[in-house]
């Protein structure tokens, strides 16, 4: 398990099997989803604050201030930002030496698995999210972890070491030279 996380226990409702290994768990940090929301807000703020401050008679400082505060409100209830956090905070990301699982426990729904075969490139995006590039195609995203270019790099030796050991056992059962 990574050091950050090192205080998880695997997250009830997930079994490992007899010969899976548990690499790591990852939640959401706060912070991390904080600094996601003010980036996203100060941006909407510096392109909205403008215009808040062209078309009122507020003086010029005291305009952009307003605008800056009020874009960014606008920015975080009116897409609901302020509210993700309620619905991320329980996630939990299970890596083993054979899947990937999600789990929110306040989710009804069963745990959510795949194999580390569907793997492709997983990287850190923006400052907050990791991007995993699913095989053969699409994308999934593992928002506001702590030490994302960790968490990527992870995902992707353990990916590298279930491909590699795959092969070799489906050479061994061909009988074909590796």
Not at 120 to 134: D, E, F, N, P
Request: hydrophobic fraction near 45%; include cysteine; charged fraction near 20%.
């Amino acid at each position: 398990m990574t050091d950050t996380d090192a205080n998880h226990d695997l997250p009830e409702g997930i079994r490992l099997h007899p010969d899976e290994q548990l690499i790591a768990v990852w939640r959401p940090a706060l912070p991390i989803f904080l600094r996601k929301l003010a980036f996203v807000s100060i941006l909407t703020a510096l392109l909205l604050g403008g215009l808040i401050d062209a078309f009122t008679n507020t003086p010029s400082l005291l305009g952009w201030g307003l605008g800056v505060l009020g874009s960014a409100a606008l920015y975080a209830f009116l897409f609901d930002d302020v509210f993700e956090w309620r619905q991320r905070r329980d996630d939990h990301w299970v890596l083993t030496n054979w899947r990937i699982l999600f789990l929110n426990p306040t989710d009804e729904a069963e745990p959510a698995t795949m194999s580390l075969s569907d793997c492709g490139q997983a990287s850190s995006w923006m400052w907050w999210s990791v991007r995993l590039r699913l095989l053969p195609r699409g994308a999934m995203m593992l928002p506001y972890l702590r030490d994302r270019q960790a968490v990527a790099d992870q995902i992707a030796t353990a990916a590298t070491a279930y491909k590699s050991a795959n092969q070799t056992d489906q050479t061994t059962l061909t009988g074909a030279a590796p």
